[in-house]
């Protein structure tokens, strides 16, 4: 088998499995959808209250996005602690398989479990709160939509090794839940946020990928934003990948892999 | 005297044997920073959709994020029994139950008052909100009011522990729909008629209005009614609890299921 089938076989296996262990697990999966429809449902009622339609369909793609953003910030801090408690880190780390390879598909199964709940977001709009939703571009919208996933799958990437350290990782990855939807532009434009964090905002691929589902929906040029958002994954990616490196290392030699 | 060292030395005891939550590398993200930041996200989203002020929300949020300590702790003492395998022993005690576990409640009521009162205090230092000077105490007394009503049903979700491997899922699900139902972000009268009857028979809803009514002028004599309105849910919610521990605990010691994990 060539390396490149390799690499696609051991992404598509473990996306798979990840898949089939938190997909039905009533905390990671089920809450994983329930649990940005209560914010979103709240957002809807206050957004509501102001008649404006146009202002209530905004709310209402971005509250369906929050859902992707949350499958992997509550879930990719302790995707590591995970495997340290149930005691295959080690084997994880030792295997030939670069942890990358390991980590990724990993986050990208928690951001699809994380578009089931988009979808179930927008049909709980549709049918409770009556918010229309068409896309002008389906295609763009797709593309967009894709971007996003892998945008805020790689951010997960990027948190999991970066909190590997900690005995309370999950608490440092529930923790960025609130902050990613507020500065990432979700359900508040970033017109309205402080002058001085709107840098770090646009430091953030997620946000390039909301303006480019918004772009596509309204039937604006997303491919500019998208575009953005894919090199800010790219860049988001590799400093993961060099970080994974030294922060693996350093345990190995340190012995503390295994500390719980 | 038996009964007052149980409820006071080993609430305190098992509060902080069982709640892991006291870490500061938890406490201090999930509940001194986590809720500024549910504050922030509201008050931007009431800016954006010229819904409200600030303050409406700040004490909102404050209030409503104090249910996540309660719940979860009052969860702890049954869930985390169970997991260091002391459940069996405490429940074959002959420690009466009902200062056993009251017992366990009241650090969890300060634990989450104190979160509270941070949240609004540091949330509203951060967007700007004026809080009169002499209406701290009176919220404050508000706070606790509110903090000790959602124990009582943090008390009764835990009993639920004693026949569910977990309880956390239930957990976050009340805490969304107190989120949703207790008027912290949408004013009560705003939300659909079914909607507005449950928040008028859920922890919360009339602390939170309770204390907004004092932020912004009234006195404490003005808002007894919705304090005590308060005091009776969470009263009702507790005494639930501590009948449905009983019951539970029956059923769990004859099935054999306690240390079921």
């Known amino acids: 088998m060539s390396g490149s089938r390799r690499v696609l076989r051991q992404l598509l296996v473990t996306c798979w499995l990840q898949l089939k262990m938190t997909g039905p697990d009533t905390f990671t999966g089920v809450l994983n959808v329930a649990w940005p429809l209560f914010f979103a449902t709240t957002t809807f009622l206050v957004y509501r209250i102001t008649q404006h339609g146009q202002v209530i369909v905004y709310a209402g793609l971005g509250a369906s996005i929050m859902g992707i953003w949350s499958a992997v910030a509550t879930t990719a801090g302790g995707a590591l602690q995970r495997e340290r408690w149930i005691g295959t880190l080690e084997l994880i780390v030792s295997s030939p398989t670069p942890i990358p390879l390991v980590l990724i598909p990993i986050t990208i199964a928690m951001a699809a479990i994380g578009l089931f709940s988009l979808g179930m977001t927008l049909l709980w709009e549709w049918l409770v709160f009556s918010i229309p939703f068409h896309i002008a571009q389906p295609l763009a919208f797709a593309f967009a939509l894709f971007a996003m996933v892998f945008a805020i799958a790689m951010f997960g990437f990027l948190m999991s090794v970066t909190v590997v350290r900690y005995r309370t990782a999950w608490a440092l990855g529930n923790f960025f839940e609130y902050p990613g939807w507020l500065l990432c532009g979700f359900v508040v434009p970033l017109s309205v946020l402080p002058g001085w964090v709107r840098p770090l905002c646009y430091a953030l691929s997620p946000t390039w990928g909301m303006l480019a589902i918004r772009q596509a929906v309204d039937g604006g040029w997303p491919w500019v934003d998208g575009g953005v958002c894919v090199g800010l994954t790219a860049l988001c990616g590799a400093a993961a990948t060099l970080l994974s490196g030294r922060v693996l290392r350093s345990a190995r030699r340190h012995a503390s892999l295994s500390l719980t | ?250 059923q769990s010691r004859r099935g054999a299921s306690l240390e079921m994990s």
Not at chain 2, 2 to 11: K, N
Not at chain 2, 62 to 85: D, V
Not at chain 2, 103 to 122: E, K, T
Request: charge should be positive.
């Open chain 2, 1 to 250: 005297m038996r009964s007052l060292r149980i409820l006071i030395i080993g609430g305190l005891f098992s509060f902080r044997a069982l709640f892991d939550w006291l870490n500061p590398w938890i406490y201090i993200p999930s509940l001194l920073i986590a809720p500024v930041f549910q504050i922030l996200l509201f008050v931007y989203i009431g800016r954006s959709a010229g819904v409200e002020s600030d303050s409406f929300f700040v004490i909102g949020n404050a209030l409503q994020f104090s249910a996540i300590p309660c719940l979860f702790a009052m969860g702890h003492t049954i869930t985390a029994e169970r997991f260091t395998q002391t459940l069996g022993i405490v429940l074959s005690t002959p420690a009466p139950r009902v200062p056993l576990f009251l017992g366990r409640s009241l650090p969890v009521i300060v634990n989450g008052w104190f979160v509270a009162m941070f949240s609004l205090v540091a949330g509203g230092r951060l967007v700007g909100v004026a809080v009169p000077a002499a209406a701290w105490i009176p919220i404050a007394l508000a706070v606790l009011i509110g903090t000790a009503s959602c124990t009582g049903l943090g008390l009764a979700t835990a009993a639920l522990g004693l026949r569910v491997r977990d309880t956390a899922t239930l957990n976050n699900i009340i805490i969304g729909g107190l989120l949703v139902f207790s008027g912290a972000n949408v004013p009560v009268g705003a939300l659909p008629r079914w909607m507005h009857v449950i928040s008028q028979w859920i922890p919360l809803t009339h602390a939170i209005e309770a204390a907004r009514d004092l932020a912004a002028g009234a006195t404490l004599h003005a808002v007894t009614p919705l304090l005590l309105r308060e005091i009776v849910i969470g009263t009702v919610f507790a005494i639930l609890g501590l009948a449905s521990v009983r019951v539970l605990e029956r």
